[in-house]
Each structure stands twice: as C-alpha cells, then as structure tokens.
C-alpha cells in the first residue's frame, strides 16, 4: 500500500507546495513522541496513557474601528466567518495530567499548519473571485459583439476577414481597437477572440477544481495525521480536533463550488451551445491514472465521506476518469 506522503506529494499543486500541511515534519514529531513514552515507560512512569481531555481556544479577531473582537470556544465549532475576517486557532491541553514536551510542540505546529492553510485558501479564494469576474466581462463584451456582428449580416465564408464598424456599448469599452465611440472588427477577429476565452475559461476552472483538491487533501492530512497520534498516545484526540478543521473556512467555505456551478452554467449556454455533456468533458478532462492513484482517489473519498459532508459538485474530484 503506498504512503499517504507519497500520495500527498503526487496530488499536490508544485507551485503551492509549501501551502500544504508539512506531513512529513507533524510524523517526526509523534516519533519523538513515541520515543518519549517508551522512555518514560522504561522509567517505571505508567500513568502517562492516561486519558486527557482536548479543547480548543479559538481566537477570531475582527477589526471594526480600531475594536478587536477575541471569542473564545471550548469543545465548540467556532462561528463561520467570511473570508476578510482574521482568525487563528490555538489548542488548550488540559490536565490532570502533564502532557508531554512534544506532545505540546506537536498541537503548536499543527495549529500552525491550520491557521496557514486558512489564509492560503482565503487568499486564493479571492484570487480566484476576482478572475471570474473579469471572465465573465469578457464574455459579457464578446457576446455583445457577436450580437452586432450578426445584425449586420456579413455573408458567406470568403466575408469572414471583412471589417465593419461596432458601436461600443458599455461592456465593449475595454475593447482594443476603438475610436471614436466604434470599432472595426471582423467575423475571424471574434472566431479568434472566442476560442481565447475559451481558453481562459477552461484555465480557470482547472484552478478552481485544484483549490478544491486543495482542501480535500489537507483534511484528509489532519485526519491523517491525528489518526496516527492517536494510535502512538493511546489518546482519543482525533474526532474533537477534526470538529474545528470541519468548521474552519477553508474547509466550510462554498464560494467556490458556487463557482464551479455558475462557470459550467455559462460554458455550457455560451461554448457548447447548451450541450452540458459536451461542456463537462471540455472542462474535465480525463487524465490516464495507473491503478494505485485510481485507489487512493477512491479511498480519499470514502474516508472524507464517512467523516465530514462532500457537496455532490465536488465528488468527481477524487475520480481520476469523472
């Protein structure tokens, strides 16, 4: 069976790759951990698999005015917060007992990674917001050119270099090529201008669907990650844990899947003359995954499933042929 690190590496945006949870560094501490519990073990000290209890101190600040506003939560998912809000989290380990130097150095890293991937997702999230915005301009302008090109009526085939005159409209003022309130385009210059929005289109929503792979495989890799201390500890930390990860932005938000759907919508009406079947393979294609990927995708999505809600718009995700 292969290892969920070299699945993670394997699955991983390369150009995003110091945004991911750092797997690799989380799995040597619980190796010290271990390490510290067979030595204490080898001391005579046999209290120390006993049961702790885990909370969490979520600190959500937002400036209203100079005003901070800190909330705290114990054992509670934190409220939803949009993603221009400032929040981190911070994990309180409560007695009886004392908890281990690493055990402490391990939740303080993995707060770390939680509160670095939010921020990473909110950013891109953003990113991504204004781009669709400028795309659907475009297409708002293209469409409209389109419309006055037919209304003239150029004729056959040998007309399609043939230049004529449009009125800007507002949508067409960014349009290159004005004057004096009109432009002169040809049936071959929008041809052209089509198959680049198309383009665009289809480059954008590959990077929406690997911000959205983005998130699956960090909350796979907390899951991941707190399984495997668990099993070293003896604790049962995992479920508690994985609640806050389950509410944090990058995980509850749905702006991108909203995305995702308005994007086919206007692919499909605008590219594929509302043929949506022909506009999904256009925009998914199916890349060739050799048989222990298509397992992995298929056991990334059971896992998910049975621990946290996977909207129906993202399930294709973790299938290498959708």
């Not at 270099?161 to 449009?166: A, G, L, M, Q």
């Not at 605008?270 to 995954?289: G, I, M, T, Y």
Request: proline share 2%; glycine share 6%.
């Amino acid at each position: 069976m292969v290892k969920f690190q070299k699945q993670l590496e394997g699955q991983l945006v390369p150009e995003w790759r110091n945004a991911y949870v750092n797997y690799k560094q989380l799995k040597k501490i619980i190796g010290q951990i271990r390490e510290q519990i067979v030595l204490e073990q080898q001391a005579g000290n046999a209290t120390h698999g006993a049961q702790h209890r885990l909370t969490f101190s979520i600190c959500t600040t937002r400036s209203r005015g100079g005003n901070s506003l800190v909330v705290n939560h114990k054992g509670q998912p934190h409220d939803l917060l949009g993603s221009e809000a400032e929040e981190s989290y911070q994990t309180e380990l409560l007695g009886p007992l004392p908890w281990l130097e690493n055990e402490e150095i391990f939740f303080s890293r993995l707060d770390s990674q939680l509160n670095m991937v939010n921020n990473f997702y909110k950013t891109k999230e953003r990113e991504f917001l204004l781009r669709s915005k400028q795309l659907e301009v475009q297409l708002e302008t293209l469409v409209e050119i389109r419309g006055q090109l037919a209304a003239c009526k150029i004729g056959d085939q040998d007309d399609s270099d043939k230049e004529i005159d449009i009125e800007s409209g507002e949508n067409a003022n960014a349009t290159n090529g004005m004057k004096n309130g009109s432009f002169r385009v040809s049936r071959s210059k929008v041809g052209h201008a089509q198959k680049m929005l198309r383009t665009a289109f289809v480059e954008h929503y590959k990077g929406l669907t690997l911000l959205q792979n983005y998130s699956s495989l960090n909350t796979l890799a907390f899951a991941k990650i707190l399984k495997k201390y668990d099993k070293v500890t003896g604790k049962d930390v995992m479920d508690t844990y994985l609640r806050s990860v389950e509410t944090s932005y990058f995980s509850s938000s749905d702006k991108v899947v909203s995305l995702v759907e308005k994007l086919e919508a206007l692919f499909t009406k605008h590219f594929s003359k509302n043929n949506r079947r022909e506009a999904l393979v256009s925009l998914r294609p199916s890349p060739q995954c050799d048989s222990k990927k298509k397992t992995f995708c298929l056991g990334t999505y059971i896992y998910l499933k049975s621990q946290f809600f996977i909207p129906k718009q993202a399930e294709w995700l973790f299938f290498c042929n959708p």
